[in-house]
């Protein structure tokens, strides 16, 4: 990717600009605010282990963009894809953070990077009881496909959610 890219203002929306919100690539220091971050976004049982979430952050294929506003991060997002088929393995926003655009922001680029390496379908899992994630996924497009049962560590059951660019 062009390095010029990394840091490139987002300014796809009026309200996402007023966030001043950058969004630039993963670096290796930030790894323990991500995985604070996640273990606040998750229950026990989902959030990932540190050794889960570097193995992703280090996947073959997978690209993390990290979302920061006046030096804070406010959210990531992970995917990888193969050849036509894209995956969101984890979109985090910190509490504080929500409903002002930050994870949307993240999912559009997001998208347009896996659609511009050829990407036709993008597939994500998400907890049956997380309403707020569901709702969030059925606003940008993702409908279910199927249930994955029992998919968590905690027993609980994902949503397989899909959508074609
Ligand atoms: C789901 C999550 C990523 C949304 O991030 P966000 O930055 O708050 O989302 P946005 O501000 O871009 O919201 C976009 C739209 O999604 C929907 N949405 C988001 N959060 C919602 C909620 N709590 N209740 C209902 N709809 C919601 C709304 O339609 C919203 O648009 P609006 O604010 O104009 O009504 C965030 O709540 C989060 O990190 N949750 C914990 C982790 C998680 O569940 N991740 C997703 C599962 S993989």
């Known amino acids: 990717m062009d390095p010029a890219r990394r840091f490139s203002r987002y300014t796809e929306s009026p309200r996402e600009a007023a966030l001043q919100l950058q969004l630039r ?17 998750y229950e026990r049982g989902i959030a990932y282990s540190r050794r889960t979430l570097r193995e992703f952050l ?66 994500l899992e998400t907890a049956v009881d997380n309403a707020p994630a569901i709702l969030f996924w059925q606003k940008h497009g993702y409908r279910a496909a199927g249930i994955y049962r029992r998919y968590y560590r905690n027993r609980t059951d994902a949503f397989w959610m899909v959508k074609t660019l």
Do not use: K, N
């Not at 690539?25 to 976004?41: K, N, S």
């Not at 193969?82 to 922001?105: F, K, M, N, Y």
């Open 58 to 123: 280090q996947m073959s294929g997978a690209t993390t963009w990290v979302a920061v506003e006046a030096e804070d991060v406010a959210g990531f997002l992970i995917a990888f894809c193969e050849a036509s088929q894209g995956h969101i393995v984890t979109l985090d926003v910190s509490p504080t953070e929500r409903r002002r655009g930050v994870g949307s922001a993240l999912v559009a680029r997001a998208e347009r990077e896996m659609a511009g390496a050829g990407v036709r379908v993008v597939e």
């Open 25 to 41: 690539l993963y670096q290796p220091g930030d790894f323990e605010t991500l995985y604070q971050m996640d273990q606040v976004c």
